[in-house]
């Protein structure tokens, strides 16, 4: 399999300047593949995920997170970006994913039941690929600033199943970071609305930096 160098983010929430920062790292030529974890906007329309599509000049594979419209999947699927409940091949490596997030009690736009998200997930996983989620597995850069835990079990069990080589998530914005379970190394870029991503070199390992700085304590309406 061929190496990969990765730009993953997440949580942009329609803005500007998190889009006009990406754009300027892709132009650099560092990367041959853009990663987005979802939550192109917040609550917004389609509009901003269609611009994004238009002006990263890169390779992009993206789900949509709670605060993106459901139409965002159709978005992707046009752009042949979508990895939302889909596998998608690339240089070798399988990449596969399901976004939405858990039911909240707040209405959000994109909520998918613990349940179909975990029988979703499973149906187009596959053993060492790299999966691409928007709420993080359990336990994995999900802390919340109220000192729980935002993540979902049944991600993690999938992960724990299919042992992906990466896992990579948002959606909890000041989980940043990178965490090691068994043979996965799960990734949460940070919230590029804040300036944050992750750069990350796929070969016979996972190596990943981070950028942005640590993002601030994030209001949770915003998940």
């Known amino acids: 399999m061929k190496e990969l ?42 509009d901003y995920a269609k611009e994004f599509l238009k002006s990263v000049k890169c390779r992009v594979l993206a789900v949509p997170g709670n605060c993106d419209v459901p139409d965002t999947v159709g978005v992707l699927e046009e752009a ?52 691409i989620t928007h709420v993080p597995a359990y336990g994995m850069n999900d802390s919340t600033r109220f000192g729980g835990h935002g993540g979902s079990q049944g991600v993690l069990r999938v992960a724990q199943e299919f042992k992906p080589v990466l896992a990579l998530s948002g959606h909890i914005h000041e989980s940043q970071g990178r965490a090691l379970n068994k043979d996965t190394i799960f990734v949460n870029p940070g919230p590029a609305r ?15 930096e981070f950028f942005g700085g640590k993002p601030p304590r994030a209001n949770p309406a915003t998940y």
């Open 5 to 46: 160098k990765i730009m993953a983010c997440s949580d942009l929430h329609g803005s500007k300047d998190a889009l006009a920062k990406l754009i300027s790292v892709v132009d650099s030529g560092a990367f041959n593949l853009v990663i987005v974890c979802g939550d192109f906007t917040t609550f917004g329309t389609t």
């Open 80 to 131: 042949h970006a979508s990895i939302h409940n889909a596998r998608v091949e690339v240089e070798g490596w399988r990449f596969y994913g399901f976004g939405g997030g858990l039911p909240s009690g707040s209405g959000m736009p994109f909520e998918i039941a613990e349940d179909l998200l975990e029988r979703s997930l499973r149906e187009v996983a596959v053993p060492d690929g790299v999966m």
């Open 194 to 208: 804040h300036g944050c991503y992750a750069s990350i070199v796929l070969g016979e390992s996972a190596d990943v």
